[in-house]
T-cell receptor, first 114, second 113 residues
């Protein structure tokens, strides 16, 4: 059974600081997603990571994937208030009857304060 | 394109009542999914469909039924609602392969009293 764990689950950051959210998963997967969700809203896709060593950056967010360690990181640089949201990682099953299904982490609630 | 839309946005039911949630997508996607989101648990897959006329169970299917009579629509039914089904429900769709990126609808907030 594929399990996805994020940490931390709650993150309170000061503006201007850097921090990293971690996403561990338990079995082989062929792609990993990061999503952002604002309160009361739907999920917005941030990054899709397809292969070992993949790194993608958008603004103050950078995501990376290490398939050997089964670990993805979402790094936040010089945080600003607008980044306050819940961030989810989600992993697709690599094969078998669950092929392609997404399993989500619990989410990390990020609050950026002055 | 409207993308993925869901109807209704909010609903309050009494225990034992039934209702149907409608998901529609205009992207000609083959795959469609229903998830529920509960606090601290991320999203969990209820049912999914790999094409018109086909459906399959996900992680938490009990108490729900689905139908995909038309490619663009995926319906989620609750025959006898229970308070444990109070949740936010999201529909999603993906293009052709189950590993293609999933696009999510705006969600339906359901409360069962």
């Amino acid at each position: 059974e594929l399990k996805v764990e994020q940490n931390p689950l709650f993150l309170s950051m000061q503006e201007g600081k850097n921090y990293t959210i971690y996403c561990n998963y338990s079995t082989t997967s062929d792609r990993l997603y990061w999503y952002r969700q604002d309160p009361g809203k739907s999920l917005e896709s941030l990054f899709v990571l397809l292969s070992n060593g993949a790194v993608k950056q958008e603004g103050r967010l950078m995501a990376s994937l290490d398939t050997k360690a089964r670990l993805s990181t979402l790094h936040i640089t010089a945080a600003v208030h607008d980044l306050s949201a819940t961030y989810f990682c989600a992993v697709t099953h690599a094969g078998g009857t669950s092929y392609g299904k997404l399993t989500f982490g619990q989410g990390t609630i990020l609050t950026v304060h002055p | 394109n409207a993308g993925v839309t869901q109807t209704p946005k909010f609903r309050v039911l009494k225990t034992g009542q039934s209702m149907t949630l409608l998901c529609a997508q205009d992207m000609n996607h083959e795959y469609m999914y229903w998830y529920r989101q509960d606090p601290g648990m991320g999203l969990r897959l209820i049912h999914y469909s790999v094409g018109e006329g086909t459906t399959a169970k996900g992680e938490v299917p009990d108490g729900y039924n689905v139908s995909r009579l038309k490619k663009q629509n995926f319906l989620l039914g609750l025959e006898s609602a229970a308070p444990s089904q109070t949740s936010v429900y999201f529909c999603a769709s993906s293009l052709r392969d189950p590993s293609d990126e999933q696009f999510f609808g705006p969600g339906t907030r359901l409360t069962v009293l």
